[in-house]
């Protein structure tokens, strides 16, 4: 028995100490379900980092009473989380959306890769017809001009590939969060 009550502190123990991070957003989420007395000796707690003293001494009443307010304001934030979830959804979109930022900033570099390959492609295929005509209108050949295309176009291929992977997981990231 008495493992199954300090099973229950530490895990109660593990929980407030969580709670105490994302106490600010809970707050937001959840603070017009509490009453205001909660929501001040709350605040007073968690975000103005006063004692149990110094609530107690500023509000009027006891030291146990303003613990007791600080454990059912905690414990009644904790269960409006439990049964709606309202901060994790929260907190998954904002994870979502910073992915997505990620993934759109790689879709613009691989843009950019795009556009300077093909505006090197058309400078050299401007520079090459440019050096096909002598002053005479005779066709001169360049050597290794088509090797040079060659491994321009495997290069836009390859950035079109990465460019095809990004928007897979840019759509995967959307169908994801509906």
């Known amino acids: 028995m008495d493992k199954i009550i300090n099973a229950k502190r530490v895990h109660n123990i593990k929980r407030a100490i969580s709670f105490s991070g994302d106490v600010a957003l809970y707050m937001d989420f959840y603070g017009g379900l509490l009453t205001e007395k909660?929501?001040?000796?709350?605040?007073?707690?968690?975000n103005e980092d006063y004692s149990l003293s110094e609530i107690a001494n500023g509000l009027g009443i006891s030291r146990q009473a303003?613990?007791?307010a600080i454990r059912s304001g905690s414990q009644a934030l904790v269960e409006y989380e439990e049964k709606l979830g309202m901060v994790n959804a929260y907190l998954c979109g904002l994870k979502r959306e910073d992915e997505?930022?990620?993934?759109?900033n790689e879709l613009r570099a691989v843009v950019a890769q795009i556009r300077e390959t093909t505006a090197g492609n058309w400078r050299s295929g401007q520079d090459q017809h440019a050096g096909q005509q002598s002053a005479g209108g005779r066709q001169i050949?360049?050597?290794?001009?088509?090797?040079?295309?060659?491994?321009?176009?495997?290069a836009i291929e390859q950035q079109f590939e990465r460019l095809c992977a990004i928007a897979q997981r840019l759509e995967k990231n959307f169908t994801d969060n509906n």
């Open 100 to 104: 997505t930022r990620k993934v759109i």
């Open 38 to 46: 909660q929501v001040e000796i709350l605040d007073c707690y968690y």
């Open 141 to 154: 050949e360049q050597p290794g001009a088509g090797g040079r295309q060659f491994e321009q176009q495997s």
């Open 66 to 68: 303003a613990h007791d």
